[in-house]
Nanobody
Framework: VQLVESGGDLVQPGGSLRLTCAISTSISSFNAMSWHRQAPGKQRELVATITRGGTTNYADSVKGRFTISRDNARDTVYLQMNSLKHEATGIYCC???????????WGQGTQVTVST
C-alpha cells in the first residue's frame, strides 16, 4: 500500500491550500484516513480524520478552518486548509488505518510553509 501526498507549497498567512493524498489500493479498505502535521521541533500531531462513513474529527487548532474529505471513486483524501496561520507550517502526512485511531500505512509527506 502506498500513499502519496501532494499540494504543499509556500503560502502567505491567511491563504489557502488543498492537500491531496492518493492511495494505491481501494480507499474503502480503510475505515480511517487521517492527516498529521510534523512542525519543526515539535512532535507529530493528528490534524484531521475521516471515517469510511464520512464522520470527521479535527484538532481544536484547525476546527472551522480545515476540512478533510475523501473521494472513494478516486481513492483520494483531501485536506482543504483555509485562513492559514504561521503555526500551520510543517510536513503534512496522510495515513490509512483499518480502524479509527490506528495508522497502519503512511505517506512521505508534503511541505507546507506559511510565511510572508
Amino acid at each position: 500500500v502506498q500513499l502519496v501526498e501532494s499540494g504543499g507549497d509556500l503560502v502567505q498567512p491567511g491563504g489557502s491550500l488543498r492537500l491531496t493524498c492518493a492511495i494505491s489500493t481501494s480507499i474503502s479498505s480503510f475505515n480511517a484516513m487521517s492527516w498529521h502535521r510534523q512542525a519543526p521541533g515539535k512532535q507529530r500531531e493528528l490534524v484531521a480524520t475521516i471515517t469510511r462513513g464520512g464522520t470527521t474529527n479535527y484538532a481544536d487548532s484547525v476546527k472551522g478552518r480545515f476540512t478533510i474529505s475523501r473521494d472513494n471513486a478516486r481513492d483520494t483524501v483531501y485536506l482543504q486548509m483555509n485562513s492559514l496561520k504561521h503555526e500551520a507550517t510543517g510536513i503534512y502526512c496522510c495515513s490509512a488505518g483499518l480502524w479509527l485511531g490506528e495508522y497502519h500505512y503512511w505517506g512521505q509527506g508534503t511541505q507546507v510553509t506559511v510565511s510572508t
